[in-house]
């Protein structure tokens, strides 16, 4: 890996460490896409390192102020030769850690984010729909009920479905136009695995990303507490736009194929900080 002249001490260390990583693992990286499995022994070895916490503070147990963006960056480059490793890390990042630190309460950031830190649970986004791509919540609803909303309807193209524990939800609160008109129809959920009636439907053949979930969420009549609510009701737009905005201006969704690099992509969002894009065990019908 090239190491740039503003890197600190520190993360020119990390980039040692992490390509010397990357060669470790690479074998096992290798067999796994090779089989079609999702890379366990290469995501809990990541977890072992502390380096899904890249981004979260140190009071929630991560290494943002040790490693900042650029050492998020540093290895998520890297461990992009690792197959789906490096996508799943990356999705990981920006599936719910952000949104929780900005817009949750004291509560739920200590809540969720020490977890995601240590990588004992791994985030996704779910935005796109079936019939509307990613106009995030025409079909899904969410109703009120006492302390609880329930939300039906389905969305598609999540990576890291059935993998991920905590799912970055957006879902349709309002009916009025004056509140679509507003961008005040949309509400934020952390909807977590294992809530009755969130199921894989169907998961996605990808080219090129043997071992990658991706694919459809089916939710039928899933009851969420209101604690798992972000922000207020009709809030969403609002978070899901400052997720969006931060995963395209610091991250990268990388090549899947364990023989590919995210070397120039990387070096081209680390010297003109840049908006840089790129180019998922799970069965349909199984709970999340």
């Known amino acids: ?42 995501l809990n070895a ?4 502390g380096w899904f916490g890249a981004l979260i503070p140190k009071k929630y147990g991560g290494l943002r102020e040790e490693l900042a963006i650029t050492g998020a960056c540093i ?15 990356g999705g990981s990042m920006f599936g719910g850690a952000h949104q929780i630190e900005t817009f949750g309460t004291e509560e739920k950031r200590g809540r969720w984010l020490p977890a995601m ?43 890291g479905l059935g993998i991920a524990d905590i799912y970055m939800f957006y879902a349709r609160t309002s009916e009025d ?25 169907k998961v996605n053949e990808l080219c090129g990303g043997d071992g990658l979930l991706n694919g459809y969420l089916n939710l039928d009549e899933v009851r969420v507490p209101v604690s798992n609510r972000l922000a207020g009701e009709g809030d969403g737009w609002t978070i899901m736009m400052s997720g969006s905005k931060r995963g395209e201006n610091h991250s990268l969704v990388p090549d899947p194929r364990p023989d590919a690099r995210g070397d ?16 998922h065990d799970a069965r349909p019908g199984e709970p999340v």
């Not at 290895?75 to 890390?89: A, K």
């Not at 779910?126 to 969410?142: L, M, Q, R």
């Open 75 to 89: 290895v998520n480059e890297e461990i992009s030769r690792l197959g789906v490793v490096g996508t799943i890390y």
């Open 117 to 159: 830190a240590s990588g004992e649970k791994i985030g996704a986004i779910c935005i796109t729909e079936p019939p509307v791509g990613s106009d995030a919540a025409v079909a899904t609803e969410a109703r009120l009920e006492g302390d609880e909303y329930i939300i039906t309807g389905k969305k598609r193209f999540t990576t």
């Open 46 to 49: 990541v977890e072992e390192k």
């Open 264 to 279: 120039k992509v990387c070096s081209l969002l680390l010297t003109e900080k840049g908006s840089v894009r790129a180019a």
């Open 1 to 42: 890996m090239d190491k740039f002249p503003w890197w600190n001490e520190t993360q020119r260390k990390l980039a040692d460490e992490v390509e010397a990583f990357a060669d470790q693992y690479y074998p096992d990286a290798e067999e796994a896409a090779w089989k079609r499995q999702t890379p366990w022994k290469v």
């Open 177 to 201: 136009p004056k509140d679509r008109q507003a961008n005040r129809h949309l509400t934020a959920f952390i909807i977590e695995k294992g809530m009755k009636g969130f199921t894989v439907e």
